[in-house]
Structure formats: C-alpha cells, structure tokens
C-alpha cells in the first residue's frame, strides 16, 4: 500500500507544473534555466514516450489481476441439420439451437496469480526508475546547452567588444598617420585587423544562434518564440569528495535501481515457473438450453475441477532455464553498469577539477592581458611603441577572455554531468 502511494506521488511529481508553461512563452520573454528545466519536462518527447512505458505496465497488471476473477461467456449457436438418408426418426432438415451461460473461477492455483501480479509490478518500478533516468537525461540535456547558449553570448560580447577595440584603433592610426605620427602601414594593419575581428564577430553569433537552436531543441521547442535568457557563467565551487560521489551513484542512478527490479522480476519468473509443475483447482457452472423446432431443453452444471500437468513436453523446464540464463545475463549487465557509472563519475569529476584550475588561472591571464593592451596602448599614443605591439595585445586578450569564457561553461557543464552522474535529476 505505501508503496502504491510513493510511486503515485512521484509520478505527480514528474509532470507537476511547477512555475512556468511553455504554452505562455512570448516574444521578448527572458528565461532562467529553471524555466527551461520546466518546459523541458512539460515538452519533451522523451519524456511522454517514457511515461506511455509506464502505462503498458500498468495495463500489465491489471491483466495479471484478471485471473483473480470470475470469467463469464455467453455462447450461442444455430445449426442447420439434414438427417441421414437411413434415419428414421426425421427425413426432413430441422433447425438446431443452443445457448449457454458459462461461469469460472480459479480456486487454487498455488500462488501463480499473485507471482504473476508481483511480476507486473516490478515491471512498472523499473519503469518508473527508467523515467526517472529519462528526466534526469533531458534536464541535464537543457543544462548543457543552457550553458552553451550563455557561453556563446559571452563569447559573442567579447568578439564585440574586441571588434570594437579595433575600430578605435583604425580610427586612431589614421588620424596619427594623417598627422605624421605614424606610417600607412599602421592604417592598413589596423584595417586588416578590423575586418578579421568583423569577421569573427559575425562567426560568434551564428554560433550563439546554433546555441539557441540546440536549447530549443533540449527543451522540446522547435519554434520556440524569439526570447532571451538571464544568469551568467559564475563560478560555484561544489565541495565534494570522490569517494561520496561514487556512493551516491551507486545509491542514487536510476538506470541502477531499475535493473535491480528487473533482476526481482526475474527471479520472481523463476518461481512462478516452477509453480507450472503443479496443479490448478477451479470451479465452474453453467445454464442453457438446447433444442430444434418442436422441443427445448434446459440444463445446467456446476463443479470443480483439479488439473494436474502431467507431461508438457518439458517446456516448463525450458521456461525455467531460460529466467536462469536471462538473470545470469542481467547480473553482468548489472556489473558492466556498475564500472560505466564508476567511469562516468571519475571522469565528470576530474573534469570539473580541471576546469576548476583553468578557471583560477584564466583569471590571472585576463588581468595580465588586460595590463599588456594598457601598456601597448599607452607606449602607440606617446610614439615610443608600435601598432603591432596593440595588436599583439588585443588579440591575446581576445584569447584570455575566451579561453577563461571556455573554463567556465566546461566547469558548468561537468559540474551538471558529475550531477547526473550522481543520479541527481534537479
């Protein structure tokens, strides 16, 4: 019974509404990645496909429950009957008739049925974990590239700003080349160096555009309303130790405890069949009437019946070799996915420490690049400098910004993977 309400409320869980419907996305709109983890969860197929699972295996055990009931059939039938020419009690056709109520009932079946039910039950809490699972994928699905979308219009901002640096800069040369401070070559470097960062501009945002394609699609949007969205790549330290993550996978995955209930499941079939060498008590009744044209008779019956299987062929033994050979196969998926959880832990744990360091020393590199195009900037205006000091120094500030923009969505995204990982589907 506990049991029944757990699964009932986590399903209402799964699908709850929880603060914002995709129905009611308008032009303009700005979201967080909260909001698009809601749409995701209302939207994406994925996870209708995954909840429709868990509806056959609910049909499932309504239909191992059928045999706990009365079966009840009505059967009529009508015959047009020619005597034998040698008959002497009819030479003429004469019609035949019959209709008969049938009643049964399993009595006794040691424990088939409920082995049957329980069976059908495990079924549908592995489908539950395996919904489980495909939440979780979804969400993080959405984190990713939640993450990227963010990553790309930093990295749009700071092809931007750098396209920006350079028209200054071209505009500067040409005034100092005007004024003789400078030579034609600083123009047509300064020039050259616009249009590449133009360039690059233009690269930036298709990809932030791509970004949003892939964010819609992580969501289950495909024309998804023109809409922005808020936060920034920030740097949150996670404090965690490996060995706990490893714990809290093995204790928390989806796709884990979902095996576990296949391996009762199997286990369960073994029992159920080798209950198929023993008997089935039943009861039975019937009323009808049988009869031609000129005479109708009633009659009616009711019994028991015990029904012993003698010899099927051995295919109750086959039955049981093969739950056997089926649960020895499951027990090595089971440790195959044991090392592919342990493997998807390590690695999304080591990456976000990685990236961790790339973060604290991108930092650094940023400050120092941003020293160096004061410095170049400042030597080029007093002329004891050259241009190609400046652009030397924009270009490698360009490259620090990005490289530390690249830290910390790798961190974001490894972060939300190690969560995954972890079974953790927030």
């Given at each position: 019974m506990y049991k029944k309400i757990f699964y009932g409320l986590l399903f209402i869980l799964l699908f709850s509404t929880k603060s914002y419907a995709a129905d009611i996305i308008n032009k303009?709109?700005?979201l967080n990645l909260d909001q698009c983890i809601d749409i995701a969860l209302?939207?994406?197929?994925?996870l209708n496909a995954a909840s429709g699972s868990v509806r056959v295996l609910e049909s499932k055990i309504g239909q191992a429950r059928a045999n706990y009931y009365p079966q009840l059939t009505f059967q009529s039938s009508y015959q047009r009957i020619g005597p034998a020419a040698s008959s002497l009690l009819r030479s003429d056709p004469y019609n035949s008739y019959s209709n008969t109520l049938n009643l049964s009932q399993n009595i006794f079946d040691f424990g088939k049925t409920a082995t049957q039910v329980e069976i059908q039950s495990l079924g549908k809490e592995s489908s539950l974990a395996d919904l489980q699972d495909v939440r979780g994928l979804v969400i993080f699905n959405v984190k990713q590239f939640y993450f990227g979308f963010l990553q790309g219009k930093m990295s749009r901002d700071v092809a931007r700003e750098t396209a920006n640096q350079f028209q200054q800069h071209y505009e500067r040369s040409k005034v100092f080349f005007e004024t003789g401070k400078s030579s034609k070559i600083d123009v047509t470097s300064a020039e050259v160096n616009l249009s590449n960062a133009r360039i690059n501009l233009l690269k930036a945002e298709n990809a932030l555009r791509i970004a949003k394609v892939n964010l819609n699609n992580a969501m289950g949007m495909t024309n998804a309303p023109d809409y922005e969205i808020t936060d920034e790549l920030t740097y949150r330290p996670d404090e965690i130790f490996l060995e706990d993550a490893l714990q809290?996978?093995?204790?928390?995955?989806?796709?884990?405890?979902?095996l576990n209930k296949k391996?009762?499941?199997l286990e369960k079939t073994i029992a159920l069949n080798k209950k198929g060498y023993l008997p089935v008590l039943s009861g039975n009744a019937a009323y009808g009437y049988?009869?031609?044209d000129l005479s109708m008779e009633k009659a009616w019956n009711v019994g028991v019946t015990l029904t012993f299987p003698l010899f099927s062929g051995l295919s109750t033994k086959y039955q049981i070799d093969e739950a056997r050979a089926n649960l020895d196969v499951l027990l090595a998926n089971e440790d195959t996915l044991k090392q592919k959880i342990s493997l998807e832990v390590e690695s999304a744990?080591?990456?976000?420490k990685e990236a961790e360091q790339r973060i604290s020393a991108g930092k650094i590199v940023v400050r120092q690049a941003e020293e160096n195009v004061e410095l170049a900037q400042g030597r080029y205006t007093a002329g004891v400098g050259s241009y190609m000091e400046i652009t030397d120094a924009v270009i490698s500030?360009?490259?620090?910004?990005?490289?530390?923009?690249t830290a910390l969505s790798d961190y974001s995204v490894t972060r939300a993977g190690l969560q995954k990982a972890m079974g953790v589907n927030k």
């Open positions: 303009g709109d700005v209302q939207r994406h197929p994925y809290n996978a093995y204790k928390n995955r989806p796709d884990l405890l979902s391996k009762e499941g049988t009869g031609d744990y080591l990456s976000m500030l360009n490259n620090a910004k990005m490289t530390y923009i």
